[in-house]
């Protein structure tokens, strides 16, 4: 399964260096065939301690993580809907990603000046958030003009469509996001179709600067505002140190920690970037081990077992007979596989199980 986060944001605000440190955690791309071999995309594994547990438990000569990637897209400024800047790449580039994840500037430093004169987190996600908006605006117009003659013939699919292209046209010239309209399930099956920019989840990375002026450890006012923003909107954040963690992408272990601690860092802000970027993208994790390998397989949350079982091989799903599923802690509490099977922690499951995060499964075709 590929999913892709684009990483967006104004210039100078940090995201070419945060691409640079993350990508320094690139695996190699030979393991996962579905993922696109391009300098600006970071085949990221997701940070989970349960998949090396059950490595050592089943002493695997090969342990492969979950991935996401992470793509950078080119900068955006203000005007990029009419073709500004690098706009028309930008637009195509981010309509290619699953979602967003916008880097915000949260410091200030004389030495790196800022595009619009001054540092405010939220002018420039409004700055951003316009210019896809307006895009959509224009997709949704020109969308409702072609649909009229069949509109005016009483195409019931048509009609259908056009009420909800109605309702998705007045919230975007409210200045709002279609990730926050509220549809029901047919309705939002329409709209995908589109693939409008404002409906992809988006995620924010306050980037901030060690031993810089920080509005958060400052409490500055425009935090506090951009604070209030995120609330209203019901937005994800995380709170990053770029500078710091592409300082120490060549770093391991005990060292990075001791050398984060003195540039002033608090903790692993990728890490906690890349597993919020996953939850974003709706993923959980299931398992797979043995001798030869244990692995972490990517499906969405709510994915039934012949449906997860497509990650490991498209026969998969039709194939299906049952799976054996034991959840991972349940697994490496009872020591063994068969300790597990006689405490009642194995079972046996069919083709409406709806798989859980940390299953460990073995499927039978």
């Not at 979950?66 to 080119?74: C, G, L, Q, S």
């Not at 939850?279 to 244990?294: K, M, Q, R, S, V």
């Not at 046996?348 to 499927?363: A, L, P």
Request: contains cysteine.
């Amino acid at each position: 399964m590929s999913l892709s986060l684009g990483i967006v944001g104004l210039p100078n605000v940090g995201k070419s260096t945060l691409f640079n440190a993350l990508t320094k955690k690139s695996v190699p791309a030979e393991n996962y065939p579905f993922c696109t071999i391009d300098p600006s995309v970071g085949i990221v594994p997701v940070p989970d301690e349960r998949l090396w547990k059950l490595s050592t438990f089943s002493k695997s000569a090969k342990t492969i993580p979950a991935v996401v990637e992470f793509v950078d897209i080119a900068g955006l400024v203000k005007g990029a809907s009419e073709g500004e800047g690098l706009g028309n790449k930008f637009l195509s580039n981010i309509r290619e990603v699953d979602a967003i994840v916008e880097v915000v500037r949260i410091f200030e430093d004389d030495k790196i000046i800022h595009v619009h004169g001054g540092v405010d987190p939220v002018s420039d996600i409004e700055v951003i958030n316009f210019e896809l908006i307006l895009v959509d605006t224009d997709t949704v117009t020109k969308r409702l003009s072609n649909l009229q003659k069949d509109v005016k013939a009483g195409k019931k699919e048509a009609i259908f469509e056009n009420e909800i292209l109605i309702k998705a046209d007045a919230y975007l010239k409210e200045g709002k996001m279609v990730n926050t309209l509220v549809l029901d399930e047919k309705e939002k099956i329409v709209l995908k179709q589109l693939n409008l920019l404002t409906s992809k989840p988006i995620m924010y990375a306050l980037n901030k600067k060690a031993g810089g002026k920080n509005l958060d450890d400052m409490k500055d006012p425009r935090f506090e505002k951009l604070l209030n923003f995120f609330t209203e909107s019901k937005s994800q954040y995380v709170v990053i140190d770029a500078g710091i963690e592409n300082e120490l992408k060549d770093l391991e272990g005990d060292e990075k920690e001791m050398f984060r601690t003195e540039l002033g860092g608090k903790d692993d802000g990728i890490d906690k970037l890349i597993k919020a970027g996953y939850a974003l993208l709706n993923l959980i994790t299931y398992f797979t081990t043995g001798e030869d390998e244990t692995r972490a397989w990517t499906v969405l949350r709510d994915s039934t077992a012949p449906v997860a079982g497509q990650a490991i091989h498209t026969d998969f799903k039709d194939k299906f007979i049952r799976a054996e599923v034991v959840h991972c802690e349940d697994l490496l509490s009872a020591g063994s596989y068969a300790t597990a099977r006689e405490n009642g922690k194995v079972r046996t499951e069919g083709k409406e199980y709806i798989v859980k995060d940390g299953d460990v499964i073995e499927f039978r075709i």
